[in-house]
């Protein structure tokens, strides 16, 4: 790796444009180990005006699109070409939607530096279809592109840590330097990090919780008591942590209980883009795909995809009887089943059956 660094974020939805602005505040005091340039990959898109929202972006300093009125500092280049994008990148960070991750893998291998390093901030996962063993982002990114990959997850809502408000995250690494690295670019007086080896269970975390907001959302919607809501939540988290744990053993129990578990649960559960999603469709009984389409401006709902993935993965393994809530969530997301449902099945929770 060259002494200055350079980066490259994969990504510049919401939390990519945020996560790049972040980064390029810090470089710059950062002179002698970092390249002063943030590079944003960009996917590009014509704007209702006819204005290509990277020049957009490279001349107003500014997401018009996916992070409106949130000044970026100069420092950040959008460049619609990923090959041009990631060309010399020591540090890769990814936060693109997870549906598109295989494909951007793809159009990336043999283009990244051999000594670079990734880290996912990606929420989501694949089932895959062969084995039905979990197919994680990270994996995807280690085995196509033939670099380590970090994780980072936490209750982090772009918009606040774009306005600087206090929040913490949880890095996976299992490499000192990478971590130091990561230190480095990330932590701030509002944003502090904390670090743990299991990066696969932290990204398995981020990528859950958005199924279970998702139930929060339903039954808020369905104006259930906050007792319910409150059952809801500890139910849907122990679902969280028994899943993870059918994919791996944690180093320890405290990592549930770090920013990327309970925290960013909270965060999604109390106003999130999948709980807004879920407590509309509750209230109104119109699709997550109308909603998806009218109401987000082009943004991307996490919660239905994965509840489709979890569904797929604990049916192939039997074990749908034992995840309830997740079980459920899948079910009214494709229409099968109402949202009431999950409310009146929690009394028939197998966490009853244990004490
Ligand atoms: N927004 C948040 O507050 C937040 C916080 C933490 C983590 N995340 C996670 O970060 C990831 C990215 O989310 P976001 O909020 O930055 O995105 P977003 O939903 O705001 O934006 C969608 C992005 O998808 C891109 N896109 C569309 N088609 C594409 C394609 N074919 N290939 C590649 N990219 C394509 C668009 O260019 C746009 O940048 C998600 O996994 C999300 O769960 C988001």
New binding site residues.
Partial sequence: MSSSKKIAIV??????STIAGHVGEKVLQLQDEYDQQIVMW??E?ILDDGSKLTEVINEKHENTK?LPNKILPENVLAVPALDEAVKDADILIF????Q?VK??CEELKSKVKSDAFAIT????FYVDEETNELLLVSEIIKSTLNIPCLSMMGA???KEVADKVFCEATVGSRDSRHSEIVRQLIDRPYFRVRFYPDVEIIEILGALKNVIAMCAGFADGLKAGFNTRAAILRLGFREMINFCRLHAKESSPDIYLESCGIADLIASALGGRNYNGAKKMAETSRSLEDIEREDLN???L?GPGTAKEVYTFLKGKNLLDQFPVFRDAYLICQGQVEPKQLLENLTHHPEYNEK
Avoid at 11 to 16: A, C, I, R
Wanted: proline content about 4%; charged content about 10%; glycine content about 18%.
């Fill in positions: 990504g510049s939805g919401n939390w990519g960009c996917k898109e996916y936060v693109i939607p997870h598109f494909q951007t901030l990606i929420k989501g982090n809502i772009a082009g943004q991307l996490q």
